[in-house]
């Protein structure tokens, strides 16, 4: 199965997506009902349009190893672990140490509320030139999160 996944992470790369952003922006483009999720058929149209060169019982194999909660569906949080792959220790001690200054009150969940007070955008270049203000570049950077979504570790 990991062969599978290998060959897709692949052809997702090959597509310039290798960041969170453009991950988002490619889920969102295989998600044709807008439902937030993949259903079995988004997924497998996905694959062809990506000419991954899998079989139908490949393909079906794939969606399972990004279905990681089994219900019939990939939502964005399992695409992206398993396109991201496992974190090197490096990486997740780095993950573990943004994540406690972002949750404030140790719940395990990063709310909004939580960025608010921790973003500092006084040293962004459009504040530092004038451009604009603190409160214009905190919102456009939390427009970048979808608020319907915590973070949870």
């Known amino acids: 199965m990991q062969k599978i996944v290998d060959v897709f992470r692949k052809k997702v ?8 952003f453009s991950l988002g922006r490619l889920f969102r483009i295989m998600d ?3 439902s937030k999720t993949l259903s079995r058929a988004e997924f497998e149209k996905a694959c062809r349009d990506f000419k991954a060169e899998l079989s139908s019982e490949d393909i079906l ?3 399972g190893a990004f279905d990681l909660n089994r219900d019939g569906y990939i939502n964005y949080d399992e695409f992206l672990r398993v396109i991201r792959g496992d974190l090197n220790d490096f990486r997740r001690a780095l993950v573990n140490k943004a994540f406690s ?8 969940v990063v709310e909004l509320e939580d960025l608010v007070g921790v973003y500092n955008a006084s040293k962004h270049p459009a504040v530092l030139e004038g451009r604009k203000t603190h409160e214009q570049v905190l919102a456009e950077f939390l427009e970048t999160f979808e608020t319907h979504h915590n973070i949870i570790f």
């Open 13 to 20: 790369q090959a597509r310039g997506t290798k960041g969170i």
């Open 32 to 34: 044709d009902n807008d």
């Open 61 to 63: 194999t794939l969606f």
């Open 101 to 108: 200054k972002f949750d404030k009150n140790g719940d395990g």
